[in-house]
């Protein structure tokens, strides 16, 4: 098979203000796999957090030169032995998650059936999508509610909490949404934001104003709290920073209520399912999310949306410039269609 690659650029609508940090636009790869006159298409997005290294499009792309050799000799449906090849060159998740989902875009173009359909999932099935809104002062926080509501009927918020200037400012946009939206279902990302202090009042706080669950209350390093944590707050805590892989779901199982799981972080759409059947047999809730992804990589992710008790999958619908289409909002869900492979357009083949 033949693999070719080229970067593009997107930049959000509304930056997009977390704990960590601002992103604003974000370059990306999107990868191409050519085999018997088809084209199977992926996507990687860059990201960082605490405990990985940086990457960027630069770094991407001489990582996926290193690789080219070995990958070329392959045919597209021998997925097994192309995943185990990735491991053994130790290859970053983006990079694996691009060169996957290409791969599962080539096998329903081949056969002429959408990937839901290949993998006999149910799109009935498929629940609303959240869309985010970052840290912001209130009255930010409610004009961007209402750029929301232009565009999409909403039916569940996500609100980034951990202000660095403290919890009086997180209060005061919940507060603020609360008022502006009392009939949207509201949940909450902390992105490890909070101190265990924090974190055990706000979860009252939070719980007393009808959020649904909180998500990555503790950095990273705290884990070794989440299970105390978990037994004193009245919400159900979900992970993200911390949950990676399937491999880490079995330790998670016992201190946390539910997985964000990301195509960028859990390297594809083959250990995505790996993962969430990890979280099923540890009776965790699975919740879906994503980075600063065009509409590639989360229609992937749309394909396995019947799995997901939560859907976090509207980075896209940020983007002034998303050069890709695929899935579609209907009711406020995200569906793939009925197109072969993913169903993803590009706009210069359209």
């Not at 791969?103 to 149910?122: E, F, M, S, V």
């Not at 209402?146 to 005061?172: F, S, V």
Request: proline residues 5%; glycine residues 6%; aromatic residues 6%.
């Amino acid at each position: 098979m033949q693999l070719t690659v080229e970067t593009f650029t997107v930049h959000k609508k509304f930056a997009l203000r977390i704990s960590r940090g601002t992103t604003a636009q974000n370059t990306n790869l999107w990868l191409r796999i050519h085999q018997d006159g088809i084209e199977g298409w992926g996507e990687a997005s860059p990201f960082s957090i605490d405990r990985h290294q940086p990457k960027n499009s630069v770094s991407l792309l001489a990582e996926l030169k290193r690789i080219t050799a070995y990958l070329e000799p392959f045919h597209p449906l021998q997925r097994q032995e192309i995943n185990a090849t990735l491991k053994e060159l130790q290859v970053s998740s983006s990079l694996r998650a691009a060169i996957d989902m290409a791969l599962y875009d080539w096998l329903g173009k081949k056969t002429n059936l959408p990937l839901w359909q290949i993998l006999g999932l149910n799109c009935d099935r498929i629940v609303p999508i959240s869309v985010t809104i970052g840290i912001s002062t209130p009255e930010k926080a409610v004009a961007r509610l209402k750029e929301w509501q232009k565009t999409l009927d909403c039916k569940m918020l996500k609100l980034k909490l951990g202000n660095p200037a403290g919890i009086e400012a997180d209060r005061l946009m919940v507060e603020a949404i609360n008022h502006a939206a009392p009939q949207i279902r509201l949940t909450v990302d902390a992105n490890g934001g909070w101190s265990w202090e924090d974190a055990v009042y706000m979860s009252q706080w939070l719980a007393d104003r009808g959020v649904e669950y909180i998500e990555q209350p503790l950095p990273v390093a705290n884990d070794f709290q989440l299970s105390e944590l978990s037994q004193v707050s009245p919400l159900p805590i979900f992970v993200d920073e911390s949950c990676f892989t399937s491999a880490d779901i079995p330790r998670l199982a016992n201190s946390a209520a539910g997985v964000n799981l990301k195509i960028m972080k859990t390297g594809g759409l083959t250990p995505a399912i790996e993962a969430i059947q990890t979280a099923r047999a540890c009776d965790l809730k699975i919740m879906f999310g994503c980075y600063s992804d065009s509409a590639l990589a989360n229609t992937a992710m749309a394909h396995l949306a019947p799995y997901a008790d939560y859907l976090d999958l509207d980075s896209h619908l940020n983007l002034k410039d998303d050069p890709f289409s695929g899935a579609i909002i209907k009711e406020g869900c995200l569906i793939p269609n009925h197109q072969p492979g993913l169903g993803v357009t590009h706009e210069a083949n359209s």
